[in-house]
């Protein structure tokens, strides 16, 4: 697949992802768990906790970490699975920041930390998405949603970024 196949899955995802954000801020209480279907390989997602805090020890608590699980189930073995995650943090103005990353993996159970560092700016509803796009025989596609409120006021001065840990 070319580099701008890749970019229009994006942008497919990331539409698809704010449309639903828009629709309605209870879609993370009804979704939970999201499977994805691939052909000969699947893929469930969860997020199970989000959380805001001072996480890079600056002194300010305005940063934000999601904890999510992704589990595959393959029909071939251990040959690797290849997806896509698209990971984004909604403050409640709208504001968004957002990652991408690919994943190549022979693992059957990832257990995954997501860091936004200076990124809990402002009080109100926040919203974690996370958008996988799988390639198996077939694409599959699926968006989790989590939301939570970090309380206080804006403070953060420092340049926003994201650290993804395995």
Same mark, same amino acid.
């Given at each position: 697949?070319?580099?701008?196949?890749?970019? $229009?899955?994006? $942008?497919?995802?990331?539409?698809?992802?704010?449309? #639903?954000?828009?629709?309605?801020?209870? #879609?993370?209480a009804v979704l939970g768990e999201t499977t994805i279907d691939g052909g000969d390989v699947s893929l469930t997602m969860n997020i199970y906790d989000a959380f805001?805090?001072?996480?890079?020890?600056?002194?300010?608590?305005? +940063?934000?970490?999601?904890?999510?699980?992704?589990?595959?189930?393959k029909e071939n073995g251990n040959q690797p699975v290849t997806f896509d995650l698209i990971i984004v943090l909604v403050l409640p103005s709208g504001?968004?920041?957002?990652?991408?990353?690919?994943?190549?993996?022979?693992?059957?159970?990832? +257990?995954?930390?997501?860091?936004?560092?200076?990124?809990?700016?402002? &009080?109100?509803?926040y919203d974690v998405y996370i958008v996988c796009i799988l390639y198996g025989e077939e694409i599959g596609f699926g968006i989790e949603c989590y939301t939570f409120d970090p309380p206080g006021? +804006?403070?953060?001065? +420092? &340049? &926003? $970024?994201?650290?993804l840990t395995f």
């Open positions: 697949m070319s580099f701008m196949t890749y970019r $229009k899955l994006i $942008k497919i995802a990331l539409i698809a992802m704010i449309s #639903l954000g828009l629709l309605t801020n209870s #879609l993370a805001y805090g001072d996480l890079d020890n600056d002194g300010v608590e305005d +940063d934000a970490q999601a904890n999510f699980t992704i589990n595959i189930v504001r968004y920041f957002c990652y991408y990353y690919r994943i190549n993996t022979a693992e059957t159970e990832i +257990d995954a930390t997501m860091v936004f560092i200076n990124q809990a700016l402002e &009080p109100g509803w006021d +804006d403070t953060g001065t +420092d &340049p &926003p $970024k994201g650290e």
